[in-house]
């Protein structure tokens, strides 16, 4: 079946640090990826996706790209800040239309800190 | 702006109580889901909905069921809580085509003492 594997959390970091949390991929065919973010006391809500090999989603300052290959779709940032934090989902769901169940990650905390 | 909505954001309830969790999107999505969450866990499916009266089970379906009598609306009914089932309940929707990009409400945090 469809897996999704990312690193670890807490990650902490000072602020304008770069980011870059991990994120690899079971499945067949060209699933869809995406990054979900939840803040505290709030439900997801989407970052970017990516829908074919080699595209970059990019949105707020993050980006991350499709990586067929390596099957990847790591997240990055250049400079976060402290608004940053949070809780971020990697996310697939199989290429095909109608219903097709998301697999998520377990989620990696961020904390920025001043 | 689009939104999906839930009818509670902080619930608490006792043990054998009968719980109702509402759901309504404005987007006019066909798929819509419950999820729960806990920590270490993620996201876990509890059941997901395709269409009016149409429903389906996800990974965690015990203890609950579902209703959708209409398309906005999705409802998640707890028949008898328990302790264990005090979590994080979210609701999604979709469309049928496309990447199946979610749509989450905010969220019910739900106790059951």
């Known amino acids: 079946g469809n897996s999704v594997t990312q690193m670890e959390g807490p990650v902490t970091l000072s602020e304008e640090a770069f980011l870059t949390i991990n994120c690899t991929y079971t499945a067949t065919g060209y699933p869809s990826l995406f990054w979900y973010v939840q803040y505290p006391g709030e439900g997801l809500q989407l970052l970017l996706k990516?829908?074919?090999?080699?595209d970059k989603g990019s949105n707020k300052g993050f980006e991350a790209t499709y990586r067929k290959e390596t099957t990847s779709f790591h997240l990055e940032k250049g400079s976060v800040q402290v608004s940053d934090s949070a809780v971020y989902f990697c996310a697939l769901s199989p290429p095909a239309g109608g219903y097709q169940k998301v697999t998520f990650g377990t989620g990696t905390k961020l904390q920025v800190i001043p | 702006d689009v939104k999906v909505t839930q009818s509670s954001r902080y619930l608490v309830k006792r043990t054998g109580e009968k719980v109702f969790l509402e759901c309504v999107q404005d987007m006019d999505h066909e798929n819509m889901f419950w999820y729960r969450q806990d920590p270490g866990l993620g996201l876990r499916l509890i059941y997901f909905s395709y269409d009016v009266k149409m429903k389906e089970k996800g990974d965690i379906p015990e203890g609950y069921s579902v209703s959708r009598e209409k398309k906005e609306r999705f409802s998640l009914i707890l028949e008898s809580a328990s302790t264990n089932q005090t979590s994080m309940y979210l609701c999604?929707?979709?469309?049928?085509?496309?990447?199946?990009?979610?749509?989450f409400g905010p969220g019910t945090r739900l106790t059951v003492l």
């Open positions: 999604a929707s979709s469309l049928w085509e496309g990447p199946n990009e979610q749509f």
């Open positions: 990516a829908t074919k090999a080699d």
